[in-house]
């Protein structure tokens, strides 16, 4: 393969959104960029969506940025291969792919490593696999590796009908396993429902555990995937049965709690969790990996598709981001380049 293979006739900008200073959804700007090209195992992309997350609006809010990311939002992509770096082999030109970036996603054109790169099933549209990288390398490593869930087991999914917490209950149901999920309001209770869930739970009307306590007959679940944090902690811990794995996403209610050992030494339970971006390169490519022998399938047949709540243009990314900020959100919320 020659260095570099690419489709002819290239722009030589990108429209791409930055935060040009620390603040809220007002700071993020549209700006030209010269058009980036792939390295040694790379491609560049033509973007047709990128996915909106809540990492973005802590970056956007002034969190500092690994070494050597650019500064262009956005941590996932989809769209069609438009160049190909040195020593790429999976992909071609005109493939249609699904990446995990470490930054790039809103812009016309990002390049990926080939490698934490998908392939678009059939049937799954380039501008709703935007939704797919983020809560597909996070549900399996968490969900599958570290919270270990199997068939027949029961797990409690709160946040249940974000766009990570909606993925996370297709592939569990996908898996075999019984789901039990909260989320805040009728709606979010109505799109539980219909998703299939075992018992969908208000968190503004009832108490969790209880009911967790009434569905197992008091032995309580298998698993907790958790983004709540704070005082949900402990309570997780209290519906989690013998040998139950509780798995942190997130803290949205405060990241320091108080733990009493004796719950976690009597049930013999499991804390876990970790975070996607900061995974070094190697990782990221064995989970990559895992995704393609195992969850591309349930893709492919339509057992687990992204929810999306909102699509928008990239030149309303300010407004994406005050729609995730507020909570509102059933599913994932994306920027469709096409309308920029």
């Not at 791409?16 to 058009?35: H, K, S, Y």
């Not at 909106?52 to 291969?81: C, F």
């Not at 789901?179 to 968190?203: M, S």
């Amino acid at each position: 393969m020659t260095a570099l293979s690419r489709v002819n006739a290239l722009p030589d900008t990108t429209l791409a959104i930055i935060a040009r200073q620390p603040g809220g959804p007002d700071v993020l700007q549209c700006v030209e960029r010269p058009m980036p090209m792939p390295q040694s195992g790379e491609v560049l992309i033509r973007v047709d969506a990128a996915g909106v997350n809540r990492p973005d609006l802590m970056q956007r809010s002034g969190m500092p940025l690994p070494s050597g990311v650019t500064d262009v939002l956005g941590l996932e992509a989809a769209g069609v291969v438009v160049a190909v770096g040195e020593g790429v082999n999976a992909f071609s030109v005109g493939d249609r792919i699904m990446a995990l970036l470490n930054g790039g996603g809103y812009a016309q054109y990002c390049v990926a490593l080939a490698d934490h790169c998908l392939p678009v099933p059939a049937g799954l549209s380039l501008a709703d696999a935007a939704g797919v990288p983020e809560a597909a390398f996070t549900v399996w490593h968490n969900l599958f590796e570290l919270g270990r869930l199997n068939a027949g087991d029961v797990v409690l999914i709160h946040g249940a009908a974000s766009g990570v917490g909606s993925f996370a209950v297709q592939c569990a149901h996908a898996a075999g396993a019984r789901v039990i999920a909260t989320a805040g309001g009728a709606e979010k209770v109505a799109l539980l429902e219909r998703l299939g869930v075992w018992r969908a739970i208000d968190r503004h009307q009832e108490d969790f555990v209880a009911v967790v306590a009434q569905c197992t007959e008091g032995r309580g679940v298998d698993v907790v995937l958790d983004n709540v944090g704070g005082p949900y902690v402990a309570r997780n811990l209290e519906a989690l049965a013998y040998g139950g794995r509780h798995v942190s996403l997130s803290f949205l209610q405060g990241a320091k709690i108080e733990l009493d050992l004796q719950t976690v030494m009597r049930k013999s339970l499991t804390l876990t969790s970790s975070t996607l971006r900061p995974k070094s390169r190697e990782e990221k490519a064995r989970l990559a990996a895992c995704l393609r022998e195992h969850l591309l399938p349930w893709l492919a047949n339509a057992q687990v598709r992204p929810l999306i709540h909102a699509r928008l243009p990239l030149s309303e990314a300010a407004d994406a981001h005050r729609l995730l900020e507020s909570n509102a959100n059933l599913g994932k919320v994306l920027l469709i380049m096409g309308a920029a």
